[in-house]
């Protein structure tokens, strides 16, 4: 068995598989996979590790967000318990939304996964040239 077989046969995604229930169409985990893995997902929680941000600021670091689609993405993260909203009851209104400690953990893991994609982009932009896909 190789490293890599040993990897897939112990720990938790290993014991999730066999009980198959990321794998079972109507597994919740689904759900919150694809919130934390989606393109503005993964970049919110991103931005919030540096600290609560009001929902223009979350706009202007995320470039290419929609104002739709980001408030979306803020109410799935905070609905999976992933980020805090905090409203002040002032005019105009002031909300602020930063990582709860739950969030701050998949923040990490999915920050992980940014940092390989970023560090492999050589890599990754060599295979679209040899391919010519990019």
Do not use: N
Not at 21 to 31: T, V
Not at 36 to 49: A, D, E, F, K
Not at 122 to 134: D, L, M, N, Y
């Amino acid at each position: 068995m190789s490293a890599k077989d040993s990897q897939v046969t112990s720990g938790p995604l290993a014991h999730a598989m066999e009980r198959g229930q990321l794998f079972s169409e109507a597994c919740p985990s689904r759900e919150v996979l694809k919130h934390l893995t989606s393109r503005w997902g993964v970049l919110v929680l991103i931005v919030l590790l540096g600290g609560t941000h009001r929902f223009s600021e979350l706009r202007r670091k995320i470039g290419g967000v929609s104002e739709r689609m980001l408030a979306q993405t803020l109410q799935w993260l905070e609905d999976d318990g992933m980020v805090d909203r905090r409203a002040y009851p002032v005019v105009p209104p002031h909300v602020e939304y930063s990582l709860t400690p739950l969030g701050r953990e998949a923040a990490e893991k999915v920050g992980g996964l940014a940092d390989w994609i970023e560090t492999s982009m050589p890599r990754i932009g060599a295979v679209w040239a040899e391919k010519g896909t990019r």
